[in-house]
C-alpha cells in the first residue's frame, strides 16, 4: 500500500546536517566550541523547574530584550525555533503554489529545501567566480511571480560577503513590495572591508520590503536550543505569528536566550579570537595551495572542486569532521587554535 504522500516528495533531499563522529573534532557545523556562559546555565537550570508549563508563546520578553537591544519596536521582532523555521515561515507567509523564490547558489540548502516544501519554485543564480552572490543576477531574475528574495550575508558555504553599494543598488533595483530576507545567522563574525560595511537595521528602515534574520546558534552558542529571530515591518512580522508554530521556542531556550543577551560582552568578546583564528587558517591554508575566499563568518570554504569528498572522507580517518559538497568544495568550522590546527594538520598531509 503506498500512502496518500505528496509524490513530488519523492524527488526532494531531507536537509543532510553535519555528521557526529563519536571522537571526532567536529568542524561541520559551524558552532562555538566554548559551552554558555555560568549565567546562561542557571538561566536554563531556573527554566528547568517550571517545564510543566508551556512556555510563553509570543516570546514577550525575549522579544523586548531585542527590541531594546536592537532599537527597533516589539511589533518589528519575531522570535522563532532557529532562524531556519523563520526562513521556512517567510516561504509560507510570501509564495502561493508555483511563486517564486530567489537565492544565490551555492548557499544555505534550506534555501531551495523549503521553497519545494511549500510548492514554490527555487530560482537559484549562480554566484559570481569569486564565490560573491551575484546580486546584478539575481536582480535581473526577478520575474512578476517573484515573492521572496534570500541573501546570505555572510554566505553559507562561502563566508563571502557582498558590498554595501551592491546591495543597496539591489535594494533600489527590485519592486519595493518584494520582501527580501538578509539572512546574517554569521553577523557577529562580520569585519568588514573596504565598501562591505553596512547597517541592516538602517537598511531595513529605509527599505519596508528588508526583513533582517539572525540567531543565537553561532556567536551565542546555543545551537542546541534553537531560537533565532527576525527584524522586519509590522505588517511582515503580523504574517509570521499566523504561520508560527506555538509553543516551538522553549522557556529554557527563552530563558538562555535572555541570559546570552544579558552576558553579551563576554560572548561577542569570543567572537575576536574566531576573526584572529580565521585570517591565520585561511593564510595557512592559501600557503599550502588550497583556493580559499577571503571569508567573514566562522568557517572557510575550500574550493576543491572534485576532490571534495575526498577531503573529507580522508578528514574523517583523521577523526576530523568537514562539510563536503560533493562536486564543489569543503566548508570548515573556524574554532580554537588547538582543533584549527588539527585541521592545518590534516590539509597539509592532503596535499603533500
Ligand atoms: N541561515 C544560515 C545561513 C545558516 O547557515 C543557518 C545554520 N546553518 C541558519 C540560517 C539557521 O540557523 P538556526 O536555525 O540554527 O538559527
Given at each position: 500500500m503506498t500512502l496518500r504522500i505528496r509524490p513530488d516528495l519523492d524527488h526532494l533531499p531531507a536537509y543532510a546536517p553535519g555528521k557526529t563522529v563519536p571522537g571526532a573534532i567536529k568542524l561541520a557545523s559551524n558552532e562555538v566550541t566554548e559551552g554558555p556562559l555560568p549565567s546562561v546555565i542557571d538561566a536554563i537550570a531556573d527554566a528547568a523547574t517550571s517545564v510543566n508549563r508551556y512556555p510563553d508563546n509570543a516570546a514577550v520578553e525575549l522579544t523586548a530584550a531585542l527590541a531594546k537591544k536592537l532599537g527597533?519596536?516589539?511589533?518589528?521582532v519575531q522570535v522563532g525555533c532557529g532562524s531556519v523555521i523563520l526562513c521556512q515561515n517567510l516561504i509560507l507567509v510570501t509564495c502561493e503554489p508555483g511563486d517564486e523564490v530567489v537565492f544565490g547558489w551555492r548557499s544555505f540548502e534550506t534555501y531551495p529545501l523549503a521553497t519545494r516544501a511549500a510548492h514554490a519554485t527555487p530560482v537559484p543564480v549562480p554566484l559570481t567566480g569569486d564565490h560573491v552572490y551575484d546580486l546584478d543576477a539575481m536582480a535581473a531574475a526577478v520575474t512578476d511571480r517573484t515573492r521572496l528574495v534570500f541573501i546570505c550575508n555572510p554566505n553559507n558555504p562561502t563566508g563571502t560577503v557582498v558590498d554595501a553599494d551592491d546591495l543597496r543598488a539591489f535594494l533600489r533595483r527590485v519592486p519595493s513590495d518584494l520582501v527580501v530576507a538578509l539572512d546574517e545567522a554569521y553577523f557577529e563574525y562580520m569585519r568588514p572591508g573596504p565598501g562591505q560595511a553596512y547597517d541592516a537595521l538602517e537598511l531595513r528602515r529605509e527599505f519596508a520590503n528588508l526583513v533582517v534574520l539572525r540567531t543565537f546558534s553561532k556567536a551565542y552558542g546555543l545551537a542546541g536550543l534553537r531560537v533565532g529571530y527576525a527584524i522586519g515591518d509590522p505588517q511582515l512580522v503580523t504574517a509570521l505569528r499566523k504561520v508560527h508554530v506555538p509553543f516551538s521556542v522553549t522557556s529554557l531556550s527563552q530563558s538562555a536566550a535572555i541570559a546570552s543577551l544579558a552576558g553579551d560582552d563576554e560572548l561577542l568578546a569570543r567572537t575576536d579570537a574566531v576573526v584572529a583564528e580565521r585570517t591565520r587558517v585561511t593564510a595557512r591554508l592559501r600557503e599550502l595551495g588550497y583556493r580559499v575566499p577571503d571569508t567573514q563568518a566562522n568557517f572557510v570554504w575550500l574550493d576543491l572542486g572534485e576532490a571534495a569528498l575526498d577531503f573529507a572522507t580522508r578528514a574523517i580517518a583523521d577523526k576530523l569532521v568537514v562539510r563536503p559538497f560533493a562536486g564543489d568544495g569543503v566548508r570548515v568550522t573556524v574554532t580554537t587554535t588547538a582543533e584549527n590546527d588539527a585541521l592545518l594538520a590534516f590539509a597539509e598531509k592532503f596535499v603533500g
Open positions: 527597533v519596536t516589539e511589533d518589528e
